[in-house]
T-cell receptor, first 112, second 112 residues
């Protein structure tokens, strides 16, 4: 199994631009999580889906952030417009039935 | 509000020594306590996990000690090796949803 796949691995963009991060969960996993990691705030849960349905988006920082999961094998996290304070590493994780979450390699986002 | 408090923030240990990282929580509904290991440039990976019905779990050189009455749990790394140098995160989760609440992380450096 290839594990959780995230793209791009690195993204550099200018303030005000739209950014789309992509995630392919492990096949057969029915839950998907988006996290943001910064030095100041550590690992923060942004949103998670069960069976493609958003369950809790209370961690999404503001309306500039949105996430979708159109099918069981694909999810996107979009930031529009992006700001320098959005610079962070964004992780996607998936989970089968059970407790363990499997993390992807992350996308390092830099907004200048 | 930090649901899981982790200490220390950083730790330096000599090769062969014991590394100890501590976590504390408040919510007694938490029923799953994993430890994740993260190497630079990688996503976190599950190291070991425990449920509150046992007080200790050991896997190789890694041991979780769990104190339900004190609402604390800790990771012990015996015979620490330079390859153990990484950031370690504790977490806690509860039903329903099993979303993880992560500690702020401990950067471990094992000196040869």
């Amino acid at each position: 199994d290839a594990g959780v796949i995230q793209s791009p691995r690195h993204e550099v963009t200018e303030m005000g631009q739209e950014v789309t991060l992509r995630c392919k969960p492990i096949s057969g996993h029915n839950s998907l999580f988006w996290y943001r990691q910064t030095m100041m705030r550590g690992l923060e849960l942004l949103i998670y889906f069960n069976n493609n349905v958003p369950i809790d988006d209370s961690g999404m920082p503001e309306d500039r952030f949105s996430a979708k999961m159109p099918n069981a094998s694909f999810s996107t996290l979009k930031i529009q417009p992006s700001e320098p304070r959005d610079s962070a590493v964004y992780f996607c994780a998936s989970r089968p039935t059970g407790d363990e979450q499997y993390f992807g390699p992350g996308t390092r986002l830099t907004v200048t | 509000q930090q649901q899981v408090k982790q200490s220390p923030q950083s730790l330096i240990v000599q090769k062969g020594g014991i590394s100890i990282i501590n976590c504390a929580y408040e919510n007694t509904a938490f029923d799953y306590f994993p430890w994740y290991q993260q190497f630079p440039g990688k996503g976190p990976a599950l190291l070991i996990a425990i449920r509150p019905d046992v007080s200790e779990k050991k896997e190789g050189r890694f041991t979780i000690s769990f104190n339900k009455s004190a609402k604390q749990f800790s990771l012990h790394i015996m015979d620490s090796q330079p390859g153990d140098s990484a950031t370690y995160f504790c977490a806690a989760s509860k039903q329903p949803g099993n979303q993880f609440y992560f500690g702020t992380g401990t950067s471990l450096t094992v000196i040869p």
